[in-house]
């Protein structure tokens, strides 16, 4: 019988993933591009919220790449409103991963400075554990969901660098606590912002755009 | 099926390090998945062994440690289990903030022969 031996390997799984996301995030710094990795449950209103975002950008162009497991009707509607959009079809799988941004980005081409939206699938567990080469992780979150969200679902929490609260405008239909949902939002994450919106009437989007725009103006600053 | 493509990888990592030490087969593989990382250790195990077929892992024996998640306390500094639907502090009630302990997602190391 051979001997046995063993190798010491310490090798994070995720390594090829976080490689080549970091190549991608080179890239769209040097073309001054800031990109927004956007997660939230199916239905939280991903696409409403990129849509009111843009609409409110004032000195930056917006790109998209949408996510979905099939179809692309999200797509659709962005490219009708003039938004260079280009679709992903995952087939089935749950999140984004960096192989796939890389591609997107190519065929996207982004071709001036400006913002890149990445709407992720509608999951609040697996796009959190994959970097896909963004500058910032937006999570959307809904009163409509519960207040609970943050104490299931830590990590898309924790790992957020700014949180959009929608679908605010139905607060005083439903129970939600906002005092139990900040609590546990701020204990995973006392940094982020929390923006209240509504994507349905408008409501609080100028401020998130405002915060975005001073983000991606800030990464052509530190480059030029 | 989260977990598919995530195995290939670790398939693909322990094969490159058997075939580095020129070993014959890999008979054991060492994983640390910690309860945060979002992959589940039973269902790793069963892409496995589909996946290792016809490779130099094919037949190893998958040993996944897991690692409970620890918040450390933002008063006192101490780092205590997480439980659900809390970040209080058991020592002195203070609230918990997250830690790295809890995702870990690595192969410690492998076994062949």
New interface residues.
């Given amino acids: 019988m051979?001997?046995?031996?063993?190798?010491?390997?310490?090798?994070?799984?995720?390594?090829?993933n976080e490689r080549i996301a970091l190549e991608t995030n080179q890239r769209l710094t040097e073309a001054g591009i800031f990109c927004v990795n956007v997660m939230g449950a199916p239905g939280a209103g991903k696409t409403s919220s990129i849509i009111q975002i843009i609409k409110n950008l004032k000195h930056v162009t917006p790109f998209v790449i949408e996510g979905d497991i099939e179809s692309d009707l999200d797509t659709q509607t962005l490219t009708r409103l003039g938004i260079k959009t280009f679709q992903i079809n995952t087939g089935?799988?749950?999140?984004l991963?960096a192989p796939l941004i890389r591609d997107a980005v190519n065929m996207l081409a982004p071709n001036k400075k400006g913002i890149l939206f990445i709407e992720n699938i509608g999951n609040l567990?697996?796009p959190?554990?994959f970097v896909i080469g963004e500058h910032m992780k937006l999570l959307i979150s809904t009163v409509t969901e519960g207040s609970?969200k943050p104490?299931k679902y830590?990590?898309a929490f924790?790992k957020a660098d700014g949180v959009i609260l929608n679908k605010s405008d139905l607060m005083p239909y439903i129970d939600f606590d906002l005092d139990f949902f900040t609590k546990?939002f701020r204990?995973?994450n006392?940094q982020a912002p929390l923006f209240k919106v509504s994507a349905k009437t408008g409501d609080g989007f100028s401020q998130v755009a405002q915060w975005l725009e001073e983000k991606a103006m800030g990464l052509n600053e530190a480059k030029d | 099926m989260h977990e598919y493509p995530i195995t290939s990888q670790i398939v693909k990592i322990a094969g490159e390090y058997a075939q580095k030490a020129q070993a014959a087969r890999v008979v054991k593989i060492n994983l640390v998945v910690g309860d945060y990382s979002g992959f589940i250790g039973d269902s790793i195990s069963m892409y496995f062994d589909i996946l290792s077929e016809g490779t130099i892992c094919e037949g190893a024996e998958l040993s996944i440690r897991k690692v409970h998640p620890m918040l450390r306390c933002r008063s006192c500094g101490d780092l205590f289990k997480k439980v659900p639907f809390s970040f209080e502090c058991p020592k002195c009630g203070g609230e918990g903030g997250p830690t790295e302990i809890g995702k870990e997602f690595y192969i410690e190391s492998i076994e062949v022969e």
């Fill in positions: 051979s001997e046995t031996k063993k190798i010491e390997v310490m090798e994070n799984i995720h390594g090829e089935g799988a749950c999140h991963d567990v697996c959190a554990e609970d104490y830590p990590l924790e546990g204990a995973l006392p």
